[in-house]
């Protein structure tokens, strides 16, 4: 069971999540908050495995709120904005993915399902345009280089950084999931990353690929 928290400051769309997440059998939702604040205290109380985190809200905002949760829980930002300025700052505080609020309810919930995974949510557009900004955003702190990786794990590396995922990757280098799964395993270790999310920040920062203009 995927334990679920909603934090948002609005009443209508949280009750509105926690039908959509409560209606799987496999999530559950534990708790709501409506500030950032709030968000931190039930995550600490309730140790939820997701976080459906707004990221405009009273007394504290969501990228704060995400800084403090840190890697207690993941979180998954969900922002009506899909270049919001402040959502570059939650990349660096370990977000694991982003969802505007128009996403399908379908995407949603495999959002949950593929972030409480422990991999970063890449395959929507707004991820790959907020990530391509962070690389260009003055300030952003450096990944490490790619000494020590091997000519594989840089062509692995560089097909998550095209939003490839595990299965389309090993499809595409005729190797086994366990490999892929292996080559990806030592990749974090390498780069000291914590999620895909740090990975594809290291494949732009390293040349591996461009960002889209």
């Known amino acids: 069971m995927i334990r679920v928290l909603i934090a948002d400051d609005q009443a209508l769309l949280r009750g509105s ?92 919930l495999t959002a949950i399902r593929v972030v409480a995974k422990g991999e970063a949510l890449l395959a929507p557009t707004v991820t790959r345009r907020l990530i391509e900004e962070f690389v260009r955003t003055p300030g952003a702190p450096q990944m490490p280089g790619l000494e020590g990786v091997t000519e594989r794990e840089r062509e692995v590396l560089t097909l998550i950084a095209r939003g490839l995922s595990n299965m389309e990757i090993a499809r595409h280098l005729q190797l086994s999931l366990a490999t892929v799964k292996t080559h990806i395993s030592r990749l974090l270790a390498k780069l000291d990353a914590r999620d895909r999310a740090q990975l594809v920040i290291a ?11």
């Open 17 to 108: 999540f926690r039908v959509l997440v409560d209606s799987e059998d496999d999530l559950e939702v534990v708790g709501e908050a409506s500030t950032g604040a709030e968000a931190v205290a039930v995550t600490e109380r309730e140790r939820p495995d997701v976080v459906l985190m707004d990221v405009r809200m009273p007394e504290m905002d969501g990228i704060e709120a995400t800084k403090l949760i840190g890697k207690a829980s993941r979180v998954l930002i969900v922002t009506m904005f899909d270049l919001d300025a402040y959502v570059y700052d939650a990349l660096r505080a370990g977000a694991s993915g982003f969802l505007l609020k128009d996403t399908p309810p379908a995407d949603l």
């Open 203 to 213: 494949a732009y920062e390293n040349g591996l690929v461009s960002a889209v203009r």
